[in-house]
């Protein structure tokens, strides 16, 4: 058998194996995709009147519009938090030596998680964006190829986020830790653009939330979804994301490939 076809046939072992535990263990992350669902709701229902202001008005429908694409976001760094408690969870349980043992594809075991956590990553934003139709949320003025694009940003920002997860997980003592070190993912939502536009924040918060990698993925996919300019933001989102994909990967790499202590 070639390399490529062990590679291949050890990947789809450990996507199915991460697959069937995210299957039987759904608790972790449902529990992850509660924050950016109960954010929708509170935002919408109990600030939308009022947030909207920040926007220029419109009510909250148009508060809808502008808050949905960033919610989006928040749910892949919610996902993916999972991920790197179940990348701690094998590092730490003996699984991973015993998978050093076996005559597989070294690099299996990674491929596995980042396939599987991209999977359900883009499964929870189906979910989350079906309440967001659900409350009132419409997609206004965008093409199929812009929808495509729409598409193609998030699976490119799960892909980098999980890699990014996935060395987090892998030097977590535990899973606690694991769960801890991933926070970020969720919190730098939180300071970008998801909520309100940059212009209406403190001058001195403004770079805080303008240079990170979420808001000109915010940016870009509000553009593509509203059919509204997007300038800079999508040349700035992808460059992010590849940077992190890099960074993520070979972080992940080297940390697995050091010799058990």
């Known amino acids: 058998m070639s390399s490529l076809s062990l590679a291949v046939r050890d990947s789809s072992t450990m996507l199915r194996r991460n697959l069937l535990h995210a299957r039987r263990y759904p608790s972790l992350t449902l529990n992850l995709l509660l924050t950016p669902i109960v954010l929708l ?22 508060y809808i519009a502008y808050l949905v694409p960033g919610i989006v976001l928040m749910t892949i760094g919610s996902t993916v938090v999972g991920t790197a408690v179940s ?7 003996g699984i991973i030596a015993r998978f050093r043992s076996m005559a597989i594809h070294r690099g299996s075991v990674l491929i596995g998680h980042v396939i599987g956590s991209v ?17 009132g949320f419409r997609s206004t003025n965008a093409t199929p190829l812009e929808w495509l694009a729409a598409f ?3 699976a490119l920002v799960a892909l980098a986020l999980t890699w990014i997860a996935v060395g987090m997980g892998m030097v977590s003592p535990n899973a606690e830790a694991a769960s801890n070190n991933a926070l970020p993912l ?14 209406a924040m403190p ?17 870009t996919l509000r553009g593509l979804l509203l059919g509204s300019e997007i300038g800079h933001n999508g040349w700035l989102a992808v460059a992010w994301c590849l940077a992190l994909t890099v960074l993520g990967y070979h972080w992940s790499k080297a940390v697995f490939n050091r010799d058990p202590k």
């Open 152 to 154: 193609g940003l998030l």
């Open 41 to 62: 709701l509170l935002f919408v229902y109990i600030f939308g009147d009022t947030m909207s202001a920040g926007i220029g008005g419109g009510g909250r429908s148009a």
């Open 119 to 135: 999977l359900q990553s883009i499964a929870s934003v189906v979910l989350v964006g079906a309440v967001a139709v659900a409350i």
């Open 87 to 93: 990348v701690s969870n094998d590092m730490t349980e």
């Open 186 to 199: 969720i919190v730098l939502p939180l300071i970008s653009s998801a909520f309100v536009p940059i212009d």
């Open 203 to 219: 001058g001195w918060f403004q770079p805080i939330a303008e240079y990170q990698p979420f808001t000109p993925a915010i940016e």
